[in-house]
């Protein structure tokens, strides 16, 4: 009997082990597609934000599995001033992941899509996540852990509340406002 529990605690490890290899590579893969060039077709825009929701879906889950901000970090290429946007992206996505907490996986995900599809495209944005928090929590407590047509608009609604209009499309990382 003890040899069974025995086992049986191992299988359960060896699978914890086999999914956070999982999660850490498809990390990594994720950071394959930082090296291309800013999108500019709808299929690409939406290839790119996907791939960003799909990073902070990582991010999240391998937080959630203890795994800490630096680690994740480092399995990231280097951050430098010339780094191209989707690096960028996952080095701030990693942050937020460990400094709103509170945020769940479906919100911060959809938040992240959204906030993406905007950049992209041109639109207006919030100044920050701290800004459009608020809103968040409130889709969070109103539609908890449902993903759907509805969540998704409370989420844009907020991003739109709080967004303020881009005076020059993505050339960079810095948003540059009209007054």
Do not use: W
């Not at 992206?89 to 509170?102: F, G, L, N």
């Not at 639109?123 to 539609?143: G, H, I, N």
């Not at 609604?157 to 406002?177: C, F, M, Q, W, Y």
């Amino acid at each position: 009997m003890r040899m069974l529990r025995t086992a049986s605690k191992k299988n359960k490890m060896d699978q914890m082990n086999l999914k956070t290899v999982c999660l850490l590579t498809l990390l990594i893969l994720t950071t394959g597609c930082a090296t291309r060039n800013i999108p500019d077709t709808a299929k690409e825009i939406n290839e790119e934000c996907a791939f960003e929701m799909q990073a902070a879906r990582t991010a999240i889950r391998l937080r959630d599995k203890g795994k800490t901000n630096e680690d994740l970090k480092s399995k990231l290429p280097p951050l430098e001033q010339n780094s191209l946007r989707l690096l960028k992206k996952m080095y701030e996505i990693s942050d937020e992941v460990y400094q709103y907490t509170d945020l769940n996986e479906m919100v911060y995900t959809t938040y992240r899509f959204e906030l993406c599809q905007r950049e992209l495209l041109g639109k207006s944005l919030p100044v920050s996540t701290q800004t459009v928090l608020p809103d968040l929590l409130a889709c969070q407590q109103q539609y908890q852990d449902k993903s759907s047509v509805k969540s998704a608009n409370c989420i844009l609604a907020g991003i739109e509340n709080r967004s303020i209009k881009l005076a020059v499309p993505i050339s960079g990382d810095s948003h540059e406002t009209n007054n």
